[in-house]
Every structure is written in C-alpha cells, then in structure tokens.
C-alpha cells in the first residue's frame, strides 16, 4: 500500500491529467495563516491549491514566484486546510504530501495543530534527490502517543513549514526549501474526488500496482 500511494502521489505530480482523476482540489492547503519568508519569491499564496510544479522546469531551475514560495534561512509558513483536514491512516503510510520543488532537495521542519495554537512536531521532511522533484512524504501516525491524545480520529487543520536553516541559501530568490503545495492525503476519502470513470481510476491503480520497485525508489 506503501508503494502504491508513493507511486499515486509521484502521478500525481507528474501529470495534471491523472492528478485531476485522482485527487479533488480541496486536498490542498486553502489559506495562509502566518509567514515569515526571507527569500526574493516570497508570495505565500503560491503554496495554496494544486501543484503547479512540472518535471520540465527541474533541469534549468526555471520556475517563477507564481509556481512556489522560498522559505529563506529558518523561514516559516503556516497554512490552514478549510474545507479538509488532515488525518493519519493508521499506519506507515505517508499522510500529508509536502511539495518542496527546485533542482535542490532542501529539508523542512513540519508541524501540525487541530487549533493553530498548540502544535505537533512531526518531524524532518527531506526530499531523497533532486530526481524526486515532487516532493516529500510526512507519515504523522508516528508521532501519535496516549500522551498526546492524538489518533486516528484526530483531524488537523494547520501545518507549519518551517526552513531548518541547513539547506541552500545563495540564490535570493529561492533560499531554503521552495514550497509549491501541500496536501492531505487521509482521510483518503475526503481527499479524492468521486471517479466519474470508475473504470480509469483501478486501470491506473493496477498499472502502478505492477511497476517494477525500482522505478518509485
Ligand atoms: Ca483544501
Ligand atoms: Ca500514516
Ligand atoms: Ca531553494
Ligand atoms: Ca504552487
């Protein structure tokens, strides 16, 4: 299932087409909460609703303040999910989609919060490669104790990104990690839309089923 829903999100990016059969536009984050961006593209607005990112714009770098907005060093965004919420699926699996673009991986520090006040670290984001121009996956099942109260019925409206100050900051404009999007992924059933070609949604789900490994690696 893992494998699967790397692959789904990899599609996702990769093509608009398959994007829009699979995930409804209410999956993505809806509003800018708080911002501090030390960075030339610093238009937080550019990180609400669908990715904009295209696999073409990686090998020149090529993308302007329209597609992503630039952290800068120990910069921070934070967004507010309105007509969705984000929950944990209950196991491993990635919940939240952070897609931190440019021909640099750069990490983030992500939180998330049911209220904008009181926040949940849910650990380091960090693109594997810059071959990975999609982004990153947040599991935040794992961050879930008895303490904290959180569980799978726990939904979060809030999630910080913040720039760990350990990334890439010589070009002004796209200092630290570039945030295009960010999107829940569970609860899966409020994050898709409803198939109008049933048909076409388990054609590309077995297709992806039966990619080799090694090509979502
Ligand atoms: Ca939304
Ligand atoms: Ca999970
Ligand atoms: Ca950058
Ligand atoms: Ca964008």
């Known amino acids: 299932m893992r494998l699967i829903m790397f692959c789904l999100v990899a599609s996702l990016a990769a093509s608009t ?3 829009e059969i699979l995930f409804h536009d ?14 030339g593209y610093n238009d937080p607005t550019s990180a609400l609703g669908r990715n904009d990112w295209t696999a073409d714009m990686v090998g020149v770098n090529q993308w302007g303040s329209e597609i992503g907005t630039s952290l800068g060093n ?10 969705n919420e984000v929950g944990g699926s209950g196991d491993s699996d990635k919940d939240l989609w952070v897609f931190e673009i440019g ?7 992500i939180e998330i919060s049911i209220d904008g006040s009181s926040w949940l670290d ?10 990975v121009d999609y982004g990153v996956g947040v599991d935040i099942d794992q961050y879930f104790t008895v303490g904290n109260g959180y ?44 198939v109008p070609e049933p048909a076409t949604l388990l054609l590309l789900l077995f297709g992806l089923a039966l990619l080799p490994r090694r090509r979502c690696r």
């Open 103 to 109: 021909g640099i991986p750069e990490e983030l520090q």
């Open 74 to 83: 120990g910069g921070y965004l934070t967004m507010e999910f309105v007509d």
């Open 151 to 194: 569980d799978t019925s726990t939904r979060f409206r809030y999630v910080r990104v913040s720039d760990t100050g350990n990334n890439s900051y010589n070009m002004f404009n796209k200092a630290g990690a570039d945030i295009d999007a960010v999107a829940a992924i569970y609860p899966l059933s409020n994050q898709t839309t409803s």
């Open 122 to 131: 849910v650990g380091v984001a960090d693109r594997a490669s810059a071959t």
């Open 26 to 39: 209410r999956a993505f984050a809806d509003a800018v909460v708080d911002y501090n961006l030390i960075s």
């Open 17 to 19: 087409a398959r994007a």
